[in-house]
C-alpha cells in the first residue's frame, strides 16, 4: 500500500508540473499584457519601467520559476486589472461561488433521488417518463440557454425575481453570504436551479438505473415474501443498497459543478470565481488567468487522487495492478 | 444423411453489407420519435448549408444592412420589401437568415471537431491496444486525466490560450473530446486485441498499421458511432457555451451562440426574438442529435439483438 501511495503521489506532482508549465507558457505566448494595461500615449519611458516591473524583460524559464518561487510563499501575483493580490481577489469571490454551489446541489438531491426512485419504481407510468424526458432536457440542453430562458420567464416577464447579481449579503457566523438575507436568496435561487439541472439529470439517471436494478434482486423479492409493505422495502432496504454508487459519482461530480458555474455566473451575473475567470481572459489579466487554472489543475488531480487511493483501499487488485 | 441435411438447411445465408444496413434500419424505425429526429437534422443541415441560395439576406454583407430596420419584431415588412418571419437584430439583420448562416457555421465547426477528434482518439485508443505496456499506460494515464476534467473547462483553458477565431475553437473542442474517443476504442480494442484473428493476423508479415486499421478497427466501430453522434451535439453545444461567454467566435462571422450572446443584452428591454430563436434552433439541433444518438445505440446493443 505503502509503494502505491509513493507512485501515485508522485504521478501526481508531475502531472501539476507538466500542466502548471503548459498553461503558463500557453497563457504568456498569447498578446503583450503592457499593452492592455498602459494608455497607447505613454512614453516608452513608463513601459521599459513598467515591463521591468512585472519582470516581462526576463526569459520565460525564469518568469515562470520566479512565479513557482512565489506560489510557494503563498503570492500568486497581482491582478494587473484590479492591482490587488490575486490571492485576496481569489477569495473574495469563492464564499460566492460556494453557495450557489451548495444550494444547487442541495436542490438536485432533494429532487432528483426521490423522482429517480419513484421512476424506477413505476418505470412503465407517464410520470416516469415524464421524468425521464426531463432528465434527457437536462442533459442535453446547453445551461446557458436555459439560465437565459429562467430569465425571461421569472425576471422579466413574471417579475418575481431578480435577473443577476448577488443581491444583499449579511453576516453568518464569521463570513458573509446572501444566503443570510431574504432578498440574498431572491437572488441565489434562479441561477442555483439553473446550476442544479445538470446534476439533477444525472442523479435521476442514476438512483433509477440504481433502482431497476434493485427490484428484481433477490434481497428484495425476499423482502416482498416476508410481506414487508414496499414502502419499507424501498425506504430501508433499496435506498441503502443503491446510496454507495449514487453517493461516489455525485462526488466526484461536484469538481465538475465548478466549470459549469462559469456558465451560470455569466450568465446571472454572479460575482463569483466562475465569472472572475472569464473576465479575467477577455481582459488578458494573465496572473488571475495562471493562478485560476493552476489551481482548478490542482484540484482535479487531488480529486483522482483520492478516488484513486479509496479505490486502492476497498480493492487489493487495484494496487496490486498499480504497485508492479 | 437425415443429419447433414438438417445442418445444410440451418446454415445462415452469408450476411452482406446490404442486408445489415437493411436489418439496422428496421430496428432503427421502430422508434417515430428518432425518426422524426432524423428527418430533422436533415431538413436543418439541407436548409442551412444551402442557406445562401434561398435566404432573403445575405447577413455577413455589412452594406447591405439597413439601421432603419432595427429591432423590427417578427412578421414585420422591411425596407427589403419582404416580411422579417423571426424579425430583425440591432443592425438590422433579418433573424432568419442570420441564424440559418450561424447554424452552418455550428455544424461545420461541429462536424469537423468531431470528425478530427475521432481519428485522432481512434489512433490514440488502437495504438495503446495494440501495443500495450508502458505506451498503454502512459497514454490511457493522460487519458484518464482529461476525462476527470469537464470538457467545458478543457475548452476554456485552450481559448485562453489560443485566443478567438473558428480555427482555434475547432483545436479547442478537438482538445476536450478526443479522449472519450479514445477511451471507447481502448476498452473496445483490448477486448478485440486477444482473440484470435488478430493472433492470426500478427503472424503474417503484414504492416502493424495494416492490422490495426483493417483488421481491429472495423471491429471496434459500433461503440464508436455512437460516441461520435453524442459528441458532436456536444461540441455544437459546448461551441455556442464558449461564443455565449464571449471567448468564442465574433459578431463578425456568427454562430448560433454568438447570436443568443448578442440578443441576450435586449432581453430586458422585451427584444425576446434577438435571442430566443437561435437559441430555439440550437436546442432542436442538439437534442435531435442526441435521440438519433440514443437510438442507435439502443439499436446496436447487442442485449436488444432478437
Excluded at chain 1, 432578498?183 to 433502482?211: C, D, E
Excluded at chain 1, 431497476?212 to 409493505?229: C, H, I
Excluded at chain 1, 414502502?231 to 465538475?256: A, D, K, M
Excluded at chain 2, 490495426?212 to 461540441?235: C, E, G, R
Amino acid at each position: 500500500m505503502f509503494g502505491y501511495l509513493v507512485g501515485r503521489l508522485s504521478q501526481a506532482v508531475v502531472v501539476v508540473f507538466v500542466m502548471s508549465v503548459i498553461v503558463f507558457v500557453g497563457v504568456y505566448a498569447i498578446g503583450n499584457p503592457i499593452d492592455v494595461m498602459i494608455d497607447p500615449g505613454a512614453t516608452a519611458e513608463i513601459r521599459e519601467n513598467l515591463i521591468r516591473q512585472y519582470g516581462l524583460d526576463q526569459p520565460l524559464w525564469r518568469q515562470y520559476f520566479t512565479f513557482v518561487g512565489n506560489v510557494f510563499q503563498g503570492d500568486l501575483g497581482r491582478s494587473m486589472v484590479y492591482n490587488i493580490s490575486v490571492t485576496s481577489l481569489v477569495f473574495s469571490r469563492l464564499p460566492a461561488t460556494l453557495e450557489l454551489v451548495l444550494v444547487s446541489v442541495t436542490i438536485a438531491a432533494v429532487i432528483g433521488i426521490p423522482a429517480g426512485l419513484y421512476a424506477g419504481y413505476r418505470p412503465n407510468s407517464i410520470a416516469a417518463k415524464l421524468i425521464m424526458a426531463l432528465s434527457v432536457l437536462g442533459f442535453s440542453v446547453p445551461t446557458f440557454w436555459i439560465g437565459m430562458l429562467l430569465i425571461m420567464a421569472f425576471a422579466v416577464e413574471l417579475g418575481w425575481l431578480p435577473s443577476g447579481g448577488r443581491g444583499e449579503v449579511g453576516n453568518f457566523l464569521w463570513f458573509q453570504t446572501s444566503l443570510a438575507t431574504t432578498n440574498g436568496w431572491s437572488h441565489v435561487i434562479l441561477p442555483a436551479i439553473n446550476l442544479s439541472l445538470f446534476k439533477l439529470g444525472l442523479l435521476i439517471r442514476l438512483t433509477r438505473a440504481g433502482m431497476v436494478e434493485a427490484m428484481g434482486a433477490e434481497y428484495v423479492r425476499f423482502a416482498r415474501a416476508q410481506g414487508l409493505p414496499d414502502r419499507q422495502i424501498v425506504f430501508s432496504h433499496i435506498l441503502r443498497n443503491i446510496s454507495i454508487p449514487v453517493v461516489t459519482v455525485f462526488g466526484l461530480e461536484l469538481g465538475s459543478t465548478l466549470a459549469f458555474a462559469v456558465v451560470t455566473e455569466t450568465v446571472f451575473n454572479w460575482p463569483g470565481i466562475g465569472k472572475l475567470i472569464i473576465d479575467s481572459i477577455l481582459q488578458l489579466d494573465r496572473p488571475v488567468m495562471v493562478s485560476y487554472l493552476v489551481m482548478v489543475v490542482i484540484l482535479f488531480v487531488i480529486i483522482n487522487l483520492t478516488v484513486d487511493l479509496i479505490y486502492a483501499r476497498l480493492d487489493p487488485r487495484v494496487r496490486l495492478k498499480g504497485g508492479s | 444423411m437425415a443429419m447433414i441435411d438438417h445442418s445444410t438447411e440451418a446454415a445462415p445465408p452469408p450476411e452482406t453489407r446490404a442486408m445489415r444496413l437493411r436489418n439496422f434500419w428496421a430496428d432503427y424505425r421502430q422508434s417515430w420519435v428518432a425518426v422524426a429526429a432524423l428527418i430533422v437534422i436533415a431538413a436543418l443541415l439541407l436548409g442551412s448549408f444551402f442557406s445562401p441560395f434561398w435566404v432573403p439576406q445575405n447577413p455577413y454583407d455589412l452594406a447591405g444592412l439597413d439601421w432603419l430596420d432595427a429591432f423590427l419584431p417578427p412578421g414585420t415588412v422591411g425596407s427589403g420589401g419582404y416580411a422579417h418571419l423571426l424579425g430583425t437584430d440591432n443592425a438590422g439583420r433579418d433573424m432568419l437568415s442570420a441564424i440559418l448562416y450561424g447554424l452552418r457555421t455550428s455544424f461545420l465547426i461541429g462536424l469537423t471537431a468531431g470528425v478530427l477528434a475521432l481519428a485522432i482518439g481512434i489512433t490514440v485508443g488502437l495504438t495503446a491496444a495494440y501495443f500495450g505496456g508502458r505506451i498503454e499506460a502512459l497514454l490511457m494515464r493522460v487519458v484518464d486525466l482529461q476525462l476527470s476534467m469537464p470538457a467545458i473547462l478543457l475548452a476554456l483553458v485552450m481559448v485562453a490560450m489560443l485566443g478567438q477565431g473558428i480555427a482555434q475553437i475547432i483545436f479547442a473542442l478537438v482538445v476536450a473530446q478526443y479522449a472519450y474517443f479514445a477511451r471507447t476504442t481502448h476498452g473496445a480494442a483490448s477486448v478485440e486485441r486477444r482473440k484470435d484473428y488478430i493472433e492470426a493476423a500478427r503472424s503474417t508479415p503484414l504492416p502493424t498499421s495494416r492490422i490495426m486499421f483493417k483488421h481491429l478497427l472495423p471491429n471496434v466501430l459500433p461503440p464508436l458511432i455512437v460516441v461520435a453522434t453524442v459528441q458532436v451535439a456536444s461540441a455544437i453545444s459546448l461551441e455556442a457555451t464558449l461564443s455565449f461567454l464571449g471567448v468564442g467566435l465574433p459578431l463578425t462571422e456568427p454562430s448560433l451562440g454568438t447570436l443568443i450572446s448578442n440578443g441576450f443584452k435586449y432581453i430586458h428591454a422585451g427584444r425576446y426574438w434577438l435571442s430566443i430563436y437561435p437559441g430555439i434552433f440550437l436546442m432542436i439541433t442538439v437534442v435531435a442529435i442526441n435521440l438519433v444518438g440514443d437510438q442507435v445505440r439502443k439499436v446496436l446493443d447487442p442485449r436488444n439483438s432478437r
